[in-house]
């Protein structure tokens, strides 16, 4: 059986857990709402269910996975064969495409989203219409050239309207500001390369002069 990868993540943090974790400590360590993870959870029952181990729940106090340290370990290994065959729940898929879509500048071929989330065209193709839908809060429309590619129709603003509301939707406050943070020191690490790069432009021009 395929997981997702939130699915190996909530898997992961029961492992390293001995007791009861509820829904909302699970989300904020997966950076993820709770009602995400209230859905991911059919998943993970499924996954555990298949290789004989139980979940438990206890209402008011969370979830757990009670077994021994060497099933632990074996849980680990099933874990880590899982990783050959990466699937996305449909939610993730279309995060992962709309993400693509807000912040590429150029249109994006088909097969880019294909790669990125191992479906076929069709099923990128459906998502995109679902994602219209999303879309259209923000005064945003997808365009769809053959030959050409997708991408995104709209005002400047809107799109940075949509990303800032993905970002809350989607990330825990952690996440979001490692994001800005790691985005800041991209930037800045540009522009000191571009002042470095003209003091050397400088000196070369004096040492030419002379």
Same mark, same amino acid.
Not at 39 to 47: D, G, I, M, S, T
Not at 131 to 153: S, T
């Given at each position: 059986?395929?997981? %997702?990868?939130?699915?190996?993540?909530?898997?992961?943090?029961?492992?390293?857990?001995?007791? &009861?974790?509820?829904?909302?400590?699970?989300?904020?360590?997966?950076?993820?709402?709770?009602?995400?993870?209230?859905?991911?959870?059919?998943?993970?029952?499924?996954?555990?269910?298949?290789?004989?181990?139980?979940?438990?729940?206890?209402?008011?106090?969370?979830?757990?996975?009670?077994?021994?340290?060497?099933?632990?370990?074996?849980?680990?290994?099933?874990?880590?064969?899982?990783?050959?065959?990466?699937?996305?729940?449909?939610?993730?898929?279309?995060?992962?495409?709309?993400?693509?879509?807000? %912040?590429?500048?150029?249109?994006?071929?088909?097969?880019?989203?294909?790669?990125?989330?191992?479906?076929?065209?069709?099923?990128?193709?459906?998502?995109?219409?679902?994602?219209?839908?999303?879309?259209?809060? &923000?005064?945003?429309?997808?365009?769809?050239?053959?030959?050409?590619? /997708? &991408?995104?129709?709209?005002?400047?603003?809107?799109?940075?309207?949509?990303?800032?509301?993905?970002? &809350?939707?989607?990330?825990?406050?952690?996440?979001?500001?490692?994001?800005?943070?790691?985005?800041?020191? %991209?930037?800045?690490?540009?522009?000191?390369?571009?002042?470095?790069?003209?003091?050397?432009?400088?000196?070369?021009? /004096? /040492?030419?002069?002379?």
């Amino acid at each position: 059986m395929k997981i %997702s990868s939130r699915t190996k993540k909530i898997i992961n943090i029961l492992l390293n857990k001995d007791d &009861y974790i509820t829904i909302n400590s699970i989300a904020s360590w997966v950076g993820v709402s709770s009602r995400t993870i209230i859905r991911n959870l059919a998943e993970v029952e499924n996954w555990l269910a298949e290789n004989n181990y139980n979940l438990e729940k206890k209402k008011g106090t969370g979830i757990r996975l009670k077994i021994s340290l060497q099933e632990k370990i074996n849980v680990n290994k099933l874990l880590e064969g899982e990783n050959i065959n990466r699937h996305y729940l449909p939610e993730e898929r279309k995060l992962i495409i709309l993400t693509e879509l807000l %912040s590429s500048q150029i249109p994006a071929k088909l097969y880019t989203f294909t790669r990125l989330t191992n479906v076929s065209e069709t099923t990128i193709a459906h998502d995109l219409d679902e994602l219209e839908q999303w879309l259209k809060n &923000y005064n945003l429309e997808i365009i769809r050239k053959p030959g050409l590619g /997708v &991408y995104l129709a709209g005002k400047e603003r809107n799109i940075r309207k949509a990303s800032i509301d993905l970002l &809350y939707e989607n990330f825990a406050l952690e996440d979001i500001l490692k994001i800005i943070q790691d985005r800041y020191l %991209s930037q800045n690490r540009a522009l000191i390369r571009k002042n470095i790069a003209k003091e050397k432009g400088s000196l070369t021009n /004096v /040492v030419k002069s002379k």
